[in-house]
């Protein structure tokens, strides 16, 4: 038993250091209303941005796409397993993300942890340096790691640092890999100037824009159309189950790029696709992001995130300068983030306490994310709740 009681050991370290993580049971569909573990709670929780998971034509979507299609889909997209909902949903995805490159193509991956992790290793390996952002997602963080490539990693939005670095590399395949919007603080990269550096160095420049497709650019086509950017240097990765609503992910890029992918992704190649059901869904989602309707979720989206960004001010904790939906309130320990999650939580508000090693020693906070489902009134609930959780003054 001594492996076990190893085990044990170290999960009684992290309960000591209030750091397990715990999962929550949501009992109904993700909306801003849920019923979680049998209660009624407002959910500050989700990466639902638009409010489209639950909407009833993607419902009837999925349906219509399983009725179609069945339940799975047998095999792998080279084995079989390809199917017309998986080709139209690829094709619509160029059609509508890729107008940062000429001759654009998708590739449709069953999650955003398999598209980077596919991305990266097959484009870059022993002989590419690959500079990365210290503040970057895990899978990207993992899939560096699994391309054996060199890996510098510069300060988070450093394009100093980072210039530095790229003269002082002599590899023969330069790449730079970012997140678009960081998960945990909400801030955008600054992507045209790290395009610029890649066309100065011969690089490639990955993005994750997880946390931006279908929220940020015109008809919310994502941050690299938010800062009209067009090169072949460029290779965008987008997720599905954030702002679109559904599930799975994407690489877009320049046709021979997607087809090197697709000959050899490792993470492509050697799993099951998604069910034809969910490409069909994603494809409905499409058509509502670029919608009008679209455009009016992305507007109400924004008069919550500038309310929340004034409310949170007012706090005696420190908020993120965030123009996103994601919006983070910095609490410092663990123990006292823990205990105002809890406070917000007995008030019937959902607000995930995030801690290391997600986030940096010292900086553990809540991380308020707003979806377009949400109303004012959610939030007047919210700003009583951290008001009543704020220490009075005789105890700050």
Not at 43 to 62: E, K, M, R, W
Request: negative net charge; aromatic residues 6%; proline residues 4%.
């Amino acid at each position: 038993m001594l492996l076990i009681d190893n085990l044990t050991q170290a999960l009684k370290d992290l309960d000591e250091h209030g750091l397990r993580r715990r999962r929550r049971t949501a009992d109904t569909a993700c909306a801003a209303h849920m019923t979680v573990d049998g209660r009624e709670m407002i959910g500050f929780a989700s990466n639902d941005y638009l409010g489209l998971a639950a909407h009833p034509q993607l419902v009837t979507a999925i349906a219509e796409g399983a009725r179609r299609y069945g339940a799975g889909s047998g095999g792998s997209h080279l084995l079989g397993g390809h199917s017309r909902a998986h080709a139209q949903l690829e094709d619509d995805l160029a059609a509508f993300a890729g107008g940062f490159v000429d001759a654009p193509r998708a590739l449709y991956f069953s999650t955003g942890y398999m598209a980077n992790l596919a991305a990266l290793t097959a484009l870059a390996g022993r002989g590419t340096t690959l500079f990365s952002d210290s503040l970057n997602h895990a899978s990207l963080i993992d899939g560096a790691r699994l391309s054996r490539a060199d890996i510098q990693v510069y300060p988070h939005a450093d394009t100093q640092a980072l210039s530095a670095m790229l003269e002082a590399s002599d590899a023969a395949t330069k790449m730079i890999v970012t997140d678009t919007v960081f998960s945990m603080d909400g801030d955008i990269a600054p992507l045209a100037t790290l395009l610029a550096l890649a066309e100065r160095h011969g690089a490639w420049l990955v993005v994750d824009d997880a946390h931006g497709f279908g929220v940020l650019g015109p008809q919310g086509r994502g941050a690299l159309a938010w800062e009209a950017l067009r090169s072949p240097h460029l290779v965008m990765i987008g997720t599905l189950g954030k702002a679109a609503g559904v599930s799975g992910a994407f690489v877009v890029a320049h046709e021979t790029v997607v087809e090197w992918l697709v000959q050899r992704a490792r993470p492509y190649i050697f799993t099951t696709a998604s069910p034809p059901a969910v490409a069909h869904a994603v494809s409905a989602s499409l058509r509502i992001i670029g919608s009008d309707e679209g455009d009016a979720r992305r507007a109400h989206l924004q008069t919550l995130i500038e309310r929340t960004r004034a409310m949170l001010k007012e706090t005696c904790w420190l908020p993120v300068d965030s123009h996103t939906a994601v919006q983070p309130l910095i609490i410092g320990s663990n123990e006292a983030t823990l205990a105002i999650a809890a406070t917000l939580d007995r008030a019937g508000l959902w607000v995930p306490a995030i801690r290391p090693p997600t986030v940096p020693a010292g900086t553990s906070r809540l991380r308020v994310s707003l979806s377009a489902a949400h109303s004012h009134d959610d939030l007047d609930r919210l700003e009583a709740a951290l008001k009543l959780a704020q220490p009075s003054e005789g105890h700050a």
